[in-house]
């Protein structure tokens, strides 16, 4: 079930609400590697929204640009651990998209998609916009339209639930372990432990004695 507030409740019930996108992206520096933060909303113009943070749960206050942002996919709403994947277009003329993609990395760029519900006389925002998709980057190609045309870069997103179905490669080992912590010897005996004689309940004899 989609968690939804109270007062947003309350204003789609009424009918009496505005709905629109907000996409929040975190790319790098391809100098020094830090996170660049940067935001998209449905809308014209830019935008100041509190979301809650899917990660951490508080809720946080940030800044949109506007006339960017085209389209974002349909959003499967299921509560198991499939992979959900998400489009989202942007107009590639925009210098913000530009520099998104050309000046940053985007590459696994974590992206969270929200939805804020507006006031449509006052455009308020009702309640902090909640996360509807929270995953990564896995392409972004930058689509050069024929004359006359609008070219575009498409982010193809996957949802945050394909870590749960990585396989970890590792193996249960002494050398395994050992790059963890060096004095660790749990592992120290396992290549060779099945090939051990044990004697329960019985002493141990010598060679040749009966």
């Not at 508080?58 to 992979?83: C, K, M, W, Y």
């Not at 455009?123 to 004359?147: K, N, S, W, Y």
Request: aromatic share 6%; charged share 25%.
């Amino acid at each position: 079930m989609r968690d939804v507030d109270s007062a947003e409740l309350a204003v789609i019930q009424a009918g009496t609400v505005v709905a629109r996108t907000l996409v929040s992206l975190t790319v790098k520096n391809r100098l020094t590697g830090n996170p660049v933060s940067l935001g998209f909303w449905m809308d014209a113009g830019p935008g100041a929204f509190n979301v809650v943070n899917p990660r951490t749960g508080a809720t946080e206050a940030r800044s949109f640009l506007g006339d960017a942002l085209i389209s974002v996919g349909e959003i499967p709403l299921i509560s198991d651990i499939s992979v959900r994947e998400v489009e989202v277009v942007l107009a590639a003329i925009d210098d913000s998209v530009q520099e998104a993609v050309r000046t940053y990395d985007a590459r696994n760029a974590p992206i969270e998609i929200h939805r804020v519900y507006l006031d449509p006389v006052t455009m308020a925002q009702v309640a902090p916009a909640r996360c509807r998709f929270l995953g990564q980057v896995d392409t972004a190609p930058i689509e050069t339209a024929a004359e006359g045309g609008a070219s575009t870069v498409t982010f193809s997103c996957t949802s945050t639930t394909q870590e749960l179905r990585r396989k970890n490669p590792d193996v249960a080992s002494h050398e395994s372990q050992i790059l963890r912590k060096a004095d660790d010897d749990f592992y120290r005996d396992t290549g060779v432990a099945g090939e051990w004689t044990l004697f329960w309940g019985k002493k141990q004899e010598k060679a040749g004695q009966r």
